[in-house]
């Protein structure tokens, strides 16, 4: 393996592990065969510990507003299927008093362009230091997703199924519309999502209406037939651009090499939001420890195969729901520098901080990333976490 990555894979174990013997003072060492007297800790408590511990040091004053939270009720947006009746489902979600935080972010970016435009709302200032002059929508179009506002914490009911026999709306978390709305897809675009199920970003590009094709790919079983169930619920059964595989992702520089507009890497991480909260498939079971471990390798495997699937020229997502420097930059950084030195391939981070200034009013930003955005849980807007960084392949 590169150099990069076995970096990248100590600083993982580092990070991600308890300290190196050496560094225990003698006295708390324990052999292996007393590990079974080691105190047990649920998978929640654990990775509580585990954040409270690096996140401390990353987010510094911030991490005691997060952390709480991150053990609070979290909030849902409502992604309206533009395949059923999407007029109708809009203003009923209107009578809730939910607003398309979509619609609402491009009224400020039209404001830019069209100062003399009544419609829309001022722009606060940093938005004209952040957005280039007249700049066009710069996100994937047709997206429509209804969130409550600033501190209201009403519930969405269950989507239902319209005279066309699909569902109305898809609940999700309203955050994790943004790595799909920063691919920005364009009409005509051949589209892959290589980490899919169980399905919410899929539908999302679709309901781009854009796709020429997309390939949904899923390694898991389970996840494929849910991301199934989702195409089945929401789709209708003659929109033939939807390709679903159940491949490796790892595999798809081999498979598919320099062949899309567009690539979606959404990664497994370590979800920190379900980790502190639900003891069933958490990853910090005792049990899931190495892959825990392993996951930042396997996400950079994961980006660099689905940069060496991007076209030249064309771009990439890398996202996650986790708050981890070292499973969102670190990982951009590791797989910039493998497809730099294995490949000669020049990737470019893009600069998304107008996503910031767009998207201000429903979610928190992180300030201080140096690459990508990092949408942060607060009380008021209890989205996320959600890490998205767009890259262009040069060459
Ligand atoms: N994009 C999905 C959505 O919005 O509904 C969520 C994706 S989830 C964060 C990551 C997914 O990657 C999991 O479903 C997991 O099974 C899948 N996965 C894990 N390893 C993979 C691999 N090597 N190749 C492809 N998918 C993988």
Not at 284 to 309: C, D, I, N
């Amino acid at each position: 393996m590169m150099e990069a990555s076995w970096r990248l894979l100590a600083e993982a174990r580092r990070l991600l592990r308890r300290p190196a013997p050496g560094l225990i003072p003698r006295r708390l060492r324990h052999k292996k065969k007393w590990a079974s007297t080691e105190p047990k800790f649920s998978p929640t408590r654990l990775a509580l510990q585990n954040f409270d511990v690096n996140y401390k040091v990353q987010f510094g004053d911030l991490w005691p507003s997060i952390r709480v939270s991150l053990l609070s009720e979290r909030k849902y947006g409502a992604l309206v299927n533009n395949f059923s009746t999407w007029d109708k489902t809009a203003s009923e979600l209107e009578q809730l008093e939910a607003k398309d935080f979509v619609m609402e972010a491009q009224r400020r970016g039209r404001r830019k362009a069209f100062p003399e435009d009544p419609s829309a709302p001022a722009l606060p200032p940093e938005l004209e230091t952040h957005c280039p002059p007249a700049a066009p929508w710069p996100c994937s179009p047709n997206l429509r997703c209804y969130t409550f506002t600033r501190g209201d914490v009403s519930r969405f009911p269950p989507s239902r199924a319209s005279s066309l026999g699909l569902l109305d709306y898809y609940l999700l978390d309203a955050s994790s519309l943004l790595p799909v709305l920063a691919l920005d897809v364009q009409p005509g675009d051949a589209v892959l999502d290589l980490c899919a199920g169980p399905g919410g970003k899929t539908l999302g590009l679709l309901l781009t209406g854009c796709c020429r094709h997309l390939t949904a790919n899923e390694i898991s079983g389970s996840r494929t037939r849910r991301l199934k169930q989702v195409l089945q619920h929401y789709v209708p059964q003659d929109v033939s651009q939807v390709r679903v595989t159940s491949q490796d992702g790892r595999k798809w520089g081999d498979l598919e090499r320099d062949t899309y507009d567009r690539v979606l890497v959404d990664v497994p991480c370590t979800t920190d939001r379900h980790s502190v909260l639900e003891e069933d498939n958490n990853i910090f079971q005792r049990s899931r420890k190495a892959e825990r471990q392993m996951l930042p390798m396997l996400q950079v495997q994961l980006l660099a195969a689905g940069l060496l699937a991007t076209r030249p020229g064309g771009t990439a997502v890398y996202s996650t729901c986790t708050l981890s420097h070292l499973q969102n930059e670190y990982v951009v950084g590791g797989a910039i520098d493998i497809l730099a030195s294995q490949y000669q391939i020049q990737v470019q981070v893009e600069d998304l901080s107008c996503f910031r200034h767009l998207f201000q009013d429903t979610f928190s930003f992180f300030p201080s990333c140096r690459t990508g955005e990092l949408v942060l849980p607060v009380l008021w807007a209890n989205f996320g976490p959600m890490y998205f960084c767009r890259l262009r392949r040069l060459t």
